[in-house]
């Protein structure tokens, strides 16, 4: 079982739909998350860590249940600009060598 | 502002060719690291470092040397190029301490063996 899975997608949602993303960990000594986007062909950029009392940063919602091991990423009001990969990331550890990546979620938007 | 800077963007090698994929990144990061994506696996780390003259070993790191004699540098080397190396490389570094600290990527390399 891969360490941190993801479902690979792809979803396809209409402009102003709202979206969930799930990621589950395997590795109970994970200690922090993140969510990262990925543009077809481009470098992963950091949308947001993910805290234990859930975070919301504008129209994105993070949130991490640890007693299931569970990550998920919310989107609402979803545009056409949002649609990318979108990467689940654990740490294990305390060292950044030990960041682990989700293969990724695509999202597509679409008017 | 450059950030982390990658070169080559493009390379084509033939099967026992060597080279250097070369990274550098003017944030005064401690940690850099080299990754590979290949469609379907995701993110794999290949070798990463926390400092100069520091380095380890990633998930995946045969076939490919690194050194840090700097703190802006981490090439990455082929030794002997084969078709199972064709793949997206990225570097990234970031500051060491602090969980939190951000991965900053490279623009990417895209290799192909034949």
């Known amino acids: 079982r891969k360490e941190v899975e993801q479902d690979p997608g792809p979803f396809n949602v209409p402009e102003g739909a709202t979206v969930a993303f799930n990621c589950t960990y395997s590795n109970s000594a994970s200690q922090s998350f993140f969510w990262y986007r990925q543009d077809c062909r481009k470098e992963p950029k950091l949308l947001m860590s993910?805290?234990?009392s859930g975070n919301e940063d504008g129209r994105f919602t993070a949130q991490l249940n640890r007693a299931s091991q569970y990550i998920s990423l919310l989107i609402r009001d979803s545009k056409l600009s949002d649609s990318a990969t979108y990467l689940c990331v654990a740490l294990r550890g305390g060292s950044q060598g030990n960041l682990i990546f989700g293969k990724g979620t695509k999202l597509s938007v679409k008017p | 502002n450059a950030g982390v800077t990658q070169t080559p963007k493009f390379q084509v090698l033939k099967t026992g060719q060597s080279m250097t994929l070369q990274c550098a990144q003017d944030m005064n990061h401690e940690y850099m690291s080299w990754y590979r994506q290949d469609p379907g696996m995701g993110l794999r780390l290949i070798h990463y470092s926390v400092g100069a003259g520091i380095t380890d070993q990633g998930e995946v790191p045969n076939g490919y040397n690194v050194s840090r004699s700097t703190t802006e540098d981490f090439p990455l080397r082929l030794l002997s190029a084969a078709p199972s190396q064709t793949s997206v490389y990225f570097c990234a570094s970031s500051y060491l301490k602090g969980a939190n600290s951000p991965l900053h990527f490279g623009n990417g390399t895209r290799l192909t063996v034949t």
């Open positions: 993910v805290y234990s």
